[in-house]
């Protein structure tokens, strides 16, 4: 059983999170630049057996498109070019990042932690994966 990679996209920083070999929890894994992240999959993919893509989708509260979406269905695109084996899934982000910015806070992070974007991400792709894993089970 590979591992399920998530991905929160942005123009400049992604945030990624993995599950376990097992597929039960999802941690975050890294911050990249949105220029090197490309690099980083394929090398990742390389080192670790990887089931399934995730991809978090911006909406509006009203279920729109935002600005950012163009480009997250442009990364999806290229996903499936460079990775045509591995199946890519699109989630729902909304309220992500403010459910990360919570989730640092009822942990004990650091005020200067918690405003630091690349964890932010990391967090975000980890919400989006357990949203994702959570979505798989229901009946």
Known sequence: MGRILAIDYGTKRVGLAVTDVLQIVANPLDTVH???VLAYLKAYVQREPVEA???GMP?????????ATQHVVGFVRTLQREFPTIPVHTVDE????????????????KKKDRQDKGTVDRVSAAIILQSYLESRNIL
């Open 34 to 36: 949105s220029k090197d």
């Open 53 to 55: 893509i995730v991809l």
């Open 59 to 67: 909406r509006r509260l009203n279920g729109e498109h935002t600005q």
């Open 94 to 109: 909304r309220f992500t990042s403010k459910m990360a910015q919570a989730a640092m806070l009822a942990g004990g992070l």
